[in-house]
């Protein structure tokens, strides 16, 4: 292109013009500018320069003319100068600026789960057909108790409840005990997944309301961010984490009230150590409201808490938000994986906390620096597998739940994340991509094509609620399905039975120190 | 009556609505062969009505119980189909007789929703042929002259569901009964 800067593009669009029918469907669905019709030619053409191959317009082209190729990537062949490298200095030298990006590293960070492999059973111990016999994957996230004291019965209650109702489904009486200690509260998953954090702002409300939809359905949670909630969302308030993050963005005694559990963010995974910055084009009018700032201005969150500066401070607004919420509800803190993460996470939960999230070096964001984003942080396996062990060492595992985040790809990762130790796992990039994410990084600019990380009302109509979240729901069923699958391969029929039993794992290639790091044992090591 | 119920909060105007209606309505039922070869070309029965930034549904014929476009036709070309060709069973649909319409376009005059469509071109004339409209009919088998039909939405007659809702990717056209 004429009168531009210098860039290398990464992509090229080929159309077949044996195919196009000038539909324009493709035009209309560019919202990066790279595609447009000239009336005069009767043609579409592409400025190759803006497109970011996010496959919007060859997914809706209904003849298939459409194909978008790979090209800058024949550079002199250079191991230490390659694309990335050059591409980055070429950026940086036009503008000047922090080279910015969105989702999580897409360096070559070495992929734990795919290192770790799954036991099954084998004559001496029979594997169970989740198909004709019942299989549990409903987990409990929150504080359990030390010991627990059971009164026996003699007699019925005298107030039995309902069929149906009470612990486990059973009538209080109907088995003639009755627990006596009072349990701290706990929230109850139906699958050990949930909808990791993702703010309104940087996802539009159409996205919202699909996962507090789909989270309702499956008996799951979603994770509203640090956007605050907005008030058509209260209604989904029982399948709601809300967040307190460093910015304290739409925070209030409603909104703390309508959740079922309060997370205090501390750290994310993508961009440990740095704060939040919602550019001011995404603050909308209902942004606005529901985050309490004005409307167009940058959203900044601070890269600490203010207010937190020691374990003791972290305590204290812990209990503070327990107070307020008349201590009905757990409270997690998010924290992003660093070198220290099992020290930090013991401080964590002796100061009260119920649930521990971790987010490790490939978990996803709206925006950050790419150096950040991937140099900074600890893969998130390593740091969950030193995190449980720390806490079992110190006799308190039992004090707070794991959930961990950060790069769960399939069911086998979760299957993974559970027996090294996680209560339940969140996913994020996982649910946007069954919503049609296809990974571009290009979510900073607000004008995602896929309707998702934009706010722009022509955009984000591109989300049909009921539809995204049937989408979700089809996924989370696929899931627990192979689960169960995996679980009964194992004779076991609890999700429950496999947390955190690590000899039903195996390394494959590891080292001596990571298999050290994440209690396992090399493949082909018996019991 | 089953009709079309577009969903304006998520219609994003790709139109594919368009493309899926003008390929059902071709004699090919072929995208490539519909847009590329087909003449007359065939038109499309619903319309995106778009306002920037960020409003656009699609629309088509309501098929009105009090159908303005069937008062206005002294032809009656236009007229409501009381059974149902395929299965006999009843029906509400207002449909374009073509042999019977001569093009005045009164209907479209009529129409409150703007969702009836000129189709005009220069076709054939093909003598004795009923298909012919009234006024051209008898004039010479080869001779070129301008066909005038007025064209809308016949809720796909070989279609359970018709196919713009079926190509509809963000679900914002329904297919159902409302009162």
């Known amino acids: 292109m004429l009168y531009k800067t210098p860039t290398y593009y990464e992509f090229k669009v080929e159309r077949d013009d044996e195919r196009c029918i000038r539909c324009q469907v493709c035009v209309r669905q560019c919202s990066y500018n790279s595609t447009f019709y000239n009336a005069e ?31 800058g990537e024949n550079f002199k062949e250079n191991a230490n100068w390659n694309s990335w490298a050059i591409r980055n200095i070429n950026k940086q030298a036009n503008t000047g600026g922090i080279l910015l990006t969105g989702m999580g590293s897409d360096r070559p960070h070495r992929i734990y789960w795919d290192h770790i492999v799954v036991d099954a059973s084998q004559v001496t111990n029979p594997s169970i057909d989740p198909l004709r016999e019942p299989m549990e994957l409903k987990t409990y996230l929150g504080r359990k108790p030390d010991s627990i004291e059971i009164e026996t019965l003699t007699r019925p209650h005298p107030n039995p409840l309902p069929k149906g109702e009470g612990v486990r489904g059973k009538g209080r009486g109907s088995e003639g005990i009755t627990l006596k200690t009072k349990l701290a509260p706990q929230i109850e998953l139906n699958i050990p997944i949930m909808f990791s954090a993702m703010s309104y702002g940087a996802i539009n409300f159409n996205v919202c309301e699909a996962l507090a939809m789909a989270a309702e359905k499956m008996g799951t949670y979603y994770n ?54 919602l550019p001011g084009e995404k603050v909308t009018e209902e942004v606005s ?78 925006a950050a620096p790419v150096m950040i984003r991937d140099s900074v942080g600890i893969p998130t396996e390593l740091a969950l597998a030193q995190v449980d062990q720390r806490l079992r060492d110190e006799g308190i595992r ?56 934009t706010n722009d009302p022509y955009l984000a109509r591109r989300q049909n609620p009921e539809l995204a979240a049937e989408k979700l729901v089809n996924l989370l069923t696929a899931w627990s399905r192979e689960i169960k699958e995996m679980l009964g391969g194992m004779g076991l029929n609890a999700i429950e039975s496999l947390r955190g039993n690590r000899e039903r794992l195996r390394g494959m290639g590891l080292s001596d120190r990571e298999l050290k790091i994440l209690g396992l044992k090399h493949a082909g090591e018996g019991m | 009556m089953k009709i079309v119920y577009p969903k304006e909060e998520v219609c994003m105007a790709c139109r594919l609505c368009e493309v899926a209606c003008i390929t059902e309505h071709s004699k090919s039922k072929d995208t490539l062969k519909a847009y590329k070869k087909e003449n007359p070309a065939p038109l499309s029965r619903t319309l995106v009505e778009e306002i920037f930034p960020g409003l656009s549904v699609s629309v088509m014929c309501r098929h009105c119980s009090d159908a303005p476009c ?59 042929n009923p298909l012919n409209p009234p006024l051209l009919r008898g004039k010479g088998k080869g001779q070129e002259i301008k066909v005038k039909l007025s064209s809308k939405c016949d809720l796909c007659p070989d279609r359970s569901i018709p196919a713009c809702v079926e190509a509809c990717p963000n679900k914002a056209l329904v297919h159902e009964e409302r009162n």
């Open chain 1, 41 to 71: 030619e009767d043609r579409i053409f592409n400025i190759d320069a803006n497109c970011v191959g996010c496959h919007r317009c060859d997914t809706y082209c209904p003849t298939d003319c459409i194909t978008i190729k790979r090209v």
């Open chain 2, 70 to 128: 069937i008062e206005a036709c002294f032809t009656s070309a236009m007229h409501r189909l009381a059974l149902s060709e395929v299965e006999g069973k009843p029906d509400g649909r207002v449909i374009v007789n073509e042999p019977k319409c001569v093009g005045c376009w009164m209907c479209i005059m009529a129409c409150p929703f703007g969702v009836i469509k000129r189709n005009q071109y220069i076709g054939e004339g093909q003598g004795d």
């Open chain 1, 398 to 453: 039992n004090w707070a739940s794991i959930v961990v985040a950060g790069g769960i790809r399939n069911s086998a990762d979760v299957v993974k994340a559970i027996a090294l130790g996680a209560d339940a796992v969140y996913i994020a990039t996982s649910a946007l991509v069954a919503i049609g994410c296809t990974v571009c990084q290009k979510c900073y600019l607000g004008k995602c094509a896929w309707g998702i990380t």
């Open chain 1, 289 to 366: 409201k529901t985050r309490m700032i004005p409307v167009g201005s940058d959203a900044l969150s601070p890269a600490p808490h203010h207010d937190i500066y020691s374990i003791e401070d972290l305590r204290q607004l812990i209990y503070a938000l327990k107070e307020a919420t008349n201590y009905e509800k757990p409270v997690s803190v998010k924290i992003a994986a660093v070198h220290n993460a099992a020290a930090i996470a013991s401080g964590i939960v002796r100061a009260g906390a119920d649930i521990v999230a971790l987010d490790g070096i490939r978990g996803s964001t709206g």
């Open chain 1, 224 to 277: 509203t961010g640090e956007g605050g909630l907005h008030k058509n969302l209260y209604k989904y308030g029982k399948n709601t984490i809300v967040q307190v993050a460093s910015g304290r963005f739409g925070v209030h005694l409603d909104y703390l009230g309508v959740s079922a559990a309060v997370e205090i963010k501390i750290g994310q995974g993508a961009k440990p150590g740095i704060g939040g910055h």
